[in-house]
């Protein structure tokens, strides 16, 4: 994939700000379709582009490549001793690691 034919489809002046939870951004870099490291003209730092092969036709998210890294690292660097899935209050699956 090229990344300027990425960008001639993707109107980046458009963008509006989103919060996701660590693991539909894991499922997202897991089933990525697009994924371009962003730099120089594009933006002034380092970011990522990347869309799952699900959503590509619709969407693109970009991260600051920072806090991927922070994310990326705290998982990596986490061995929990164990797992529970709990519900919270608006009936959405939470991932407890002890």
């Known amino acids: 994939m090229n990344i300027y034919k990425v960008l001639g489809c ?3 002046t458009g963008a509006k700000e989103t ?3 660590i693991k539909k951004i894991c ?3 897991i089933h990525s379709y697009y994924f371009f490291i962003l730099s120089g003209e594009y933006n002034k730092n ?3 582009l990347i869309s799952s092969d699900r959503f ?3 969407y693109c998210l970009i991260f600051d490549i920072n806090k ?3 994310i990326f690292k705290e998982i990596g660097e986490n061995y929990p001793k164990s797992l529970k899935y709990k519900l919270d209050h608006n009936g ?3 991932i407890i690691l002890e």
């Open 68 to 70: 991927i890294i922070y």
């Open 92 to 94: 959405e699956q939470k």
């Open 19 to 21: 919060r996701m939870n």
């Open 56 to 58: 590509k036709a619709k």
């Open 46 to 48: 380092k970011s990522v």
């Open 10 to 12: 993707i109107d980046l």
């Open 27 to 29: 499922n997202l870099f």
